[in-house]
C-alpha cells in the first residue's frame, strides 16, 4: 500500500448553489429549485470565484501546519466545472481529471458538456489515483457535497449529520491501493460566510438561465391549451362557456341518467367568468378524444337526445299544420 496525505475538499459556491440559496419565495418562484438542477455543469457564481482564489493563502497555511507538502501536490478535481475553477483558483495550478469522483444524482447539474451522466464510484477513485501517486506525496481532490457526506462514514467512523459547506475539507493521512485504510483525519472548515448580496451567475451560466425560462414557460403553455390529451379534461357535453355536471364531478366521470339531473356551470376563461353566455349545448371539439374510452357510456344519452329531438320536430309539424286549418277540399 501507498501512504499518503489526502485532502477532500468540497467545491466553491456555484450558479446553482446561488439559485437555490433563494428558495420558492425569491426572484425566480417557485421554480428555483428544478431551475437550478436544469443548469448543464454551472460555473462558479461571482461570490463563489472571489472566495475561493481569496481562500488559497489561508489554507495553504493550514495545510502546512499539518505537514502537507502544498507546493509539490497533486492537484485532482472531479470532471464537473465547479470543481476544476476551484482547484484552480485556491491552489493555482490546473487538476488532474479524476472520472471517477463525482457527484451523487442524475441531473445535467452534474453531467459534464458534451458527456453522459456517469454516477460516481471509490473504488474505480481508489485504483485510479493509486498509479497516480507514490509513497508520501501529497494529493488535494477538489469534489461535491453530496457525495463527500455519504464517504464520511467510511472515512470517519462516523456519520455527518450537517451539509457540508462550499469549501469545507477533511484532511486524511492514509495507506491506499484497492482500498483505503485511514491512520487520522482532521476536518478543515472554510469558517467564513459565502452570501454576499451583490452575488450573481456568470454570463454563460445567465444565458443558460434564459434559456431553460423560455422553455418552462412554453411547457407551461402547451399544458394549458384545450384538448383532452393536453390537459387531462374528462368527456363533457358541452358549448364553449358552459359545462354540464353531475353534482360535483364532471360529466365524463359520471354520466347522468337524464337531463334533468345536469348542471350547467360557467367555465374559467383567463380568470374570469362568462357568466352571460348563453349556455347552449353541442359537443366541444377540444374534448372529442375522449370518445373511445366513453362511448359506451353515452349511448343512452345520445339515444334519449336523439328521440327528444325526433319527437320535438313531429310537435312542431303537427302544430304548424293545425295553426294553418282545414285545407280546401280538391276538385
Known amino acids: 500500500m501507498t501512504h499518503i496525505k489526502l485532502f477532500l475538499m468540497r467545491h466553491s459556491k456555484s450558479c446553482s448553489n446561488h439559485i437555490r440559496s433563494f428558495g420558492p419565495s425569491g426572484p425566480l418562484g417557485p421554480n428555483s429549485e428544478e431551475m437550478s438542477q436544469r443548469i448543464r455543469d454551472p460555473r462558479l457564481s461571482v461570490a463563489g470565484a472571489s472566495a475561493a482564489k481569496g481562500y488559497g493563502a489561508r489554507l495553504h497555511a493550514r495545510l502546512r501546519e499539518r505537514g502537507f507538502d502544498v507546493d509539490h501536490a497533486l492537484v485532482c478535481a472531479s470532471t ?10 485556491v491552489f493555482g495550478r490546473r487538476p488532474t481529471v ?4 463525482a457527484e451523487n444524482g442524475k441531473l445535467l447539474e452534474n453531467t459534464p ?71 487520522s483525519f482532521e476536518e478543515i472548515p472554510y469558517g467564513s460566510d459565502m452570501s454576499e448580496r451583490g452575488d450573481k451567475c456568470t454570463v454563460h451560466d445567465t444565458r443558460k438561465i434564459a434559456a431553460i425560462r423560455r422553455a418552462m414557460r412554453s411547457r407551461k403553455q402547451r399544458s394549458q391549451r384545450g384538448g383532452n390529451g393536453s390537459t ?26 337524464t337531463t334533468n339531473s345536469m348542471i350547467r356551470t360557467p367555465l374559467q376563461r383567463g380568470g374570469h367568468t362568462r357568466r352571460r353566455m348563453r349556455q347552449g349545448g353541442g359537443f366541444s371539439a377540444a374534448v372529442m378524444g375522449s370518445f373511445a374510452a366513453n362511448g359506451i357510456k353515452l349511448m343512452p344519452l345520445a339515444g334519449y337526445m336523439g328521440y327528444k329531438m325526433y319527437s320535438n320536430q313531429r310537435k312542431r309539424t303537427v302544430k304548424r299544420r293545425k295553426s294553418r286549418g282545414p285545407s280546401a277540399p280538391r276538385t
Do not use: C
Not at 387531462?232 to 341518467?257: C, I, R, S, W
Open 80 to 89: 464537473l466545472r465547479r470543481a476544476q475553477d476551484t482547484a484552480y483558483l
Open 232 to 257: 387531462g379534461m374528462p368527456l363533457a357535453y358541452f358549448h364553449d362557456g358552459a359545462q354540464m355536471k353531475l353534482g360535483t364531478e364532471p360529466t365524463g366521470v359520471g354520466l347522468a341518467n
Open 113 to 183: 458538456e458534451g458527456h453522459a451522466y456517469a454516477a460516481p464510484s471509490w473504488p474505480r477513485f481508489l485504483a485510479h489515483l493509486s498509479t497516480l501517486v507514490k509513497d508520501g506525496d501529497s494529493v488535494v481532490v477538489v469534489g461535491h457535497g453530496s457525495y463527500l457526506r455519504s464517504l464520511w462514514p467510511r472515512l470517519t467512523g462516523s456519520v455527518l449529520h450537517r451539509r457540508l459547506n462550499n469549501l469545507d475539507g477533511l484532511l486524511l493521512d492514509v495507506d491506499i491501493a484497492r482500498g483505503i485504510r485511514v491512520r
Open 98 to 101: 479524476l472520472p471517477h469522483f
